[in-house]
RNA sequence: GCCGGGGUGGCGAAAUUGGUAGACGCGCCAGAUUCAAAAUCUGGUGGUGGUAACACCGUGUCGGUUCGAGUCCGACCCUCGGUACCA
């Protein structure tokens, strides 16, 4: 063992030893509990930044310290292959997709080794690869066998100079990145997965997920956003179907003064034909984007139609207006509008001055009378008035009964609907696995037999621009009709990246499998017992994965209901305040600190810097004071080596003779006492800097081999120590475990425990607080009686005072 | 706009969930070591007043509950993430 501490070779030690042991590729084991254990997989941008470190760092301690509470542990790592940057990459650098994706894979594979994780590489997988794609496309089968799969018309944004479908991210106020043109919404057929159908169970399990951060059940019920309320139908003069509107406030009914409509209703085209006027609001619309922040911060506009229609329970006549803040794709594309009872509704009443409508009088104890010009009145308390027979019901009892006088006159009835969308899958663009169909002038659609997958993406077209090139690409397109065998046409879209991450982690149980796409492997490993990964993902990927998970259950692959037991939603790496992206710029890229200090130092750092789930702002500085500590750490070690490798025998606590000794064990315990607490709810953090108490501890001892009680201290405190620190700094801390003669191995050793024996206290210091204010402290015998601590703390000065 | 976070010394943070605010670390200051520097070690370090003991103030802002509030309640400000085609 040398003196100082150089992290390249005690890095190459130990990953060397690893390899030689292959001490992370594991297989099923039945006599063992199984810890399966999951960061979420990589985008290969090309290179490895701090989020990444962050990531697999906290992934990494959880699964190794499972492995020393012996779990089977289950650490894989795959690659998000496919999407939207590798073909801006291709076309800027003038390469192929695959060889950029490829590429990128292998450098950061190299940078992501240069960690020390302890992955199953074997299991490593590779979104991109027929191998892997196939099996999004059986799966696309199976979907649209069960009806889980369905095409219909849907907008994108359009880019009328480059002729292409941009994503939300390529739209820069209102225009196109390369083109700078306006965006246009364009209506195109596409490909959807029915999740709506599982919107129930998506919702109601997240009471089971025990292990899930509290705001991102939260945030997926509010996502999901199941509304019970009614449908009431509207009569429209003169025109066949109703205008049928979706209300959670049917008490508000008789305060209806207008309805409004979506640009994108039926009603609304029809209006458009008669009326240029409409025709130009319409067409106004439609140059924004796609995305629900656009429309909700726009202006709200909107413009009469000719129509009018009756209310079901007055006959009064409604005005009918196109609203731009209405949106087709939630409830039904029209609303009543209630201007003394919504915010929205309010202000536009005032704006088109409509007439406002109070029909809940506000409680006795707020501000009476409510002035409804002023401000409308949206508490779901008060009593109703101007409402007919219904006056002075509750809102409870008449929601109840105006719903039930509806249904008896087939003017509505109760009806749920949800916020969550069935889940658009089509892509108009090339990197991504083609969609499994064929269109055929005689047959119409039909799926390509499952004997004749995978459909390979061709990779020796030219790259010219990005978006829908497979259209443009015969030797693709061109097939024959599996059905009538005439000539027919290939789907041209490709799916969304998010398929492909909706069910990876159950295939790395079995990724060799080429028969089928999950084999009872899976069973073994899933559900994920930990999952890592980033906050920004609550939604959308969490989402899509439950619901898959439980589409795979349903055809039998999968045993359990969800995928992912624990959550730990980890915080952004932030540079400057904001996320680090390569188009903002700010990107820290970890390679050349880890060649200056090596991976430990910045694993440490990442892990003491913040708490996991907290957003950590990148600052430089603590790297350094995370090298020095490493440096301390195995000066220690040092030091200890001799008395800690000749002490072999443990004197029993009640022979020490040594009073500072016995409370120095004992201050070590209570450390680790809450060592082990913060390992338990995961603050790794603290952990981090109660090993750092430990050293500061010993290191007010002298290195002494004559002394036996000495000895044992150091040899129990550095040991756990080394055990505390190797899930975090596993190099520096195998290297050590060896060099201190405690094992061959530090991950077959047991994570630390604290000594309840040791934490016995003969003396407890207690604080005195008047009033809440600290004025005294004390320092008590452990058995002093209740009478006898207070008369001490009267006797004191500084109490006395204060009495 | 809507949904979900966050705001504590010069900086990253801690406070076992209503009971010693600032553990641990960074930075800074002073000292030791050195021809000198780096590295290392020792001590100090929220603000104001005081030689000191100690006192008062202090956890984004304003208000409330409580013997006692960083922690609970109400209103607001700033900021980050998501907002369905970035992943």
Request: glycine share 4%; charged share 20%; hydrophobic share 40%.
């Amino acid at each position: 063992m040398q003196p100082q501490y150089h992290a390249q070779a005690v890095e190459d030690t130990a990953q060397t030893f690893w390899a030689k042991h292959r001490s992370f590729e594991v297989t099923e084991k039945l006599d063992q509990p199984s810890f399966y254990c999951l960061s979420m997989l990589p985008y290969p941008s090309g290179e490895l930044h701090m989020g990444h470190v962050r990531n697999y760092t906290l992934g990494d301690v959880i699964a190794r310290i499972k492995i020393m509470q012996k779990y089977n542990v289950l650490q894989p790592l795959g690659w998000d292959a496919f999407g939207l940057p590798a073909e801006n990459a291709a076309i800027k650098h003038r390469v192929s997709p695959q060889n950029w994706t490829l590429n990128n894979i292998n450098t950061m594979r190299t940078q992501l080794k240069r960690m020390g994780l302890g992955i199953d590489w074997s299991r490593e997988i590779q979104t991109c690869l027929p191998e892997y794609y196939r099996w999004n496309q059986w799966l696309f089968l199976q979907m649209f066998k069960k009806g889980l799969v369905y095409q219909r018309e849907s907008t994108v944004n359009w880019d009328p100079v480059d002729n292409t479908v941009l994503a939300n991210e390529q739209v820069i106020d209102g225009r196109g990145w390369r083109s700078d043109a306006l965006v246009e919404k364009r209506k195109i057929r596409q490909w959807f997965f029915k999740i709506t159908a599982y919107a129930d169970e998506l919702l109601d399990a997240l009471d089971t997920l025990e292990g899930w951060p509290q705001e991102i059940i939260t945030m997926q019920r509010n996502w999901i956003g199941r509304a019970h309320g009614v449908d009431v139908h509207f009569p429209v003069i003169d025109q066949p179907d109703p205008l049928i509107a979706f209300t959670t406030r049917i008490d508000t009914l008789f305060g209806v003064s207008y309805l409004a409509i979506s640009v994108d209703h039926p009603l609304a085209h029809i209006a458009a034909q008669t009326s240029e006027n409409i025709r130009a609001f319409i067409e106004t619309s439609q140059h924004t984007d796609t995305s629900e922040r656009s429309a909700a911060i726009a202006e709200k506009k909107g413009i009469a139609t000719p129509f009018l229609a009756h209310h079901p329970l007055t006959g009064n006549t409604l005005p009918i207006w196109i609203c731009n803040y209405v949106v087709m794709d939630y409830g039904t594309g029209c609303v009543m509008g209630v201007p003394a009872h919504d915010l929205r509704d309010h202000a536009f009443a005032l704006t088109y001055t409509l007439p406002i409508l109070p029909v809940i009088q506000p409680p006795e104890n707020a501000t009476t009378p409510w002035d409804f010009t002023q401000a409308p009145w949206v508490e779901p308390q008060g009593t109703l008035i101007n409402s007919d027979t219904f006056n002075t019901h509750t809102i409870e009892q008449a929601q109840k009964q105006i719903a039930q006088v509806l249904h008896q006159q087939a003017s509505g009835g109760q009806t749920t609907t949800y916020r969550l969308r069935d889940w658009g899958v089509s892509r108009q663009r090339y990197w991504g696995t083609p969609i499994p169909m064929i269109h055929c002038d005689h047959c119409g659609l039909v799926p390509v037999p499952e004997s004749e997958l995978p459909v390979i993406l061709p990779l020796d077209l030219p790259m010219t621009k990005t978006g829908a090139q497979l259209a443009q690409y015969s030797t693709f397109v061109d097939t024959t009709c599996p059905h009538c065998n005439a000539a027919a046409q290939r789907e041209t879209d490709t799916m969304d990246t998010f398929v492909d991450s909706s069910w990876y982690y159950a295939r790395y149980a079995c990724p060799d499998q080429n028969q089928t796409m999950l084999d009872d492997r899976a069973k073994y490993w899933t559900p994920v017992d930990q999952y890592i990964g980033g906050i920004e993902h609550a939604n959308m990927h969490l989402l899509y994965a439950r619901f898959i998970h439980k589409v795979l259950r349903d055809i039998g692959l999968l045993n359990s209901d969800e995928p992912f037991q624990k959550l730990l939603a980890q915080g952004m790496v932030l540079k400057d305040g904001k996320k680090m992206s390569k188009s903002k710029g700010n990107v820290i890229t970890p390679m050349p600190l880890i060649e200056q200090y090596g991976a430990d130092t910045l694993r440490l750092f990442s892990i003491f810097t913040a708490p996991p789930e907290q957003t950590l702002e990148w600052h430089s500085e603590g790297v350094e004071g995370a090298q020095r500590f490493l440096n301390r750490f195995w000066l220690l070690c040092y030091q200890w080596k001799d008395a800690v490798i000749g002490c072999q025998t443990q004197p029993p606590l009640e022979h020490f003779t040594q009073p500072n000794l016995l409370k120095m064990h004992s201050d070590c315990h209570l450390i680790v006492k809450q060592l082990c607490f913060d390992v338990e709810r995961q603050q790794f953090n603290t952990v981090v800097s109660a090993v750092m108490k430990l050293v500061n501890l010993i290191s007010e001892l002298a290195p002494d081999v004559e002394s036996t009680e000495t000895a044992w201290l150091a040899h129990e405190t550095l040991s756990i120590m080394i055990r505390a620190l190797a899930p975090i700094t596993p190099h520096i801390c195998h290297v050590l475990w060896q060099a201190l003669a405690y094992g061959d191995n530090v991950l077959e050793a047991d994570y630390p425990q604290e000594d309840l024996q040791a934490i016995q206290r003969a003396q407890i210091t207690l604080i005195i607080q008047i009033n809440g204010k600290l004025r005294g402290q004390l320092c008590i015998d452990a058995q002093m009686s209740k009478d006898k601590i207070i008369e001490s703390a009267c006797a004191l000065e500084n109490i006395k005072k204060y009495l």
